[in-house]
């Protein structure tokens, strides 16, 4: 599975992004996707999850930090999952990465463990 992000850049404090994850697989309708975020010298952090419940069903989850300001959502038609960042903070700045689990149907997916595939990340810049 391949994975590209597209969609950062430099904006102000207040303003919004929004970055996609086009995916590679004829399955991707399965694929747990997530967004997690890493600075300098810091681990990789959740920020976004859209998992598979089966079916047609999906659970998006969100790190505290970012509930009320970000929207994952995924369209399964054109293998690509979008993470739209509203109110952006200078403390959102970081580089950040999709990534895809293939295990199935499954809530959570928060750690970055159980991920096993990674896109090459996009740099997001919020000045103050």
């Known amino acids: 599975v391949q994975l590209q992000a597209s969609g950062g850049g430099l904006v102000q404090a207040g303003g919004s992004l929004r970055l996609s994850c086009a995916a590679s697989?004829?399955?991707?309708?399965?694929?747990?996707m997530g967004w997690f975020r890493q600075g300098p010298g810091k681990e990789r952090e959740f920020v976004a999850t859209?998992?598979?419940?089966?079916?047609?069903?999906?659970?998006?989850d969100y790190a505290d930090s970012v509930k009320g300001r970000f929207t994952i959502s995924r369209e399964n038609a054109k293998n690509t999952v979008t993470l739209q960042m509203n109110g952006l903070k200078p403390e959102d700045t970081p580089v950040y990465y999709c990534?895809?689990?293939?295990?199935?149907?499954?809530?959570?997916?928060?750690?970055?463990?159980?991920?096993?595939?990674w896109g090459p990340g996009t740099q997001v810049t919020v000045s103050s």
């Open positions: 990534a895809a689990d293939l295990g199935g149907v499954g809530g959570g997916r928060r750690n970055p463990n159980e991920y096993d595939y």
């Open positions: 697989g004829r399955t991707f309708r399965t694929y747990n």
């Open positions: 859209h998992t598979w419940a089966g079916g047609i069903t999906y659970l998006a």
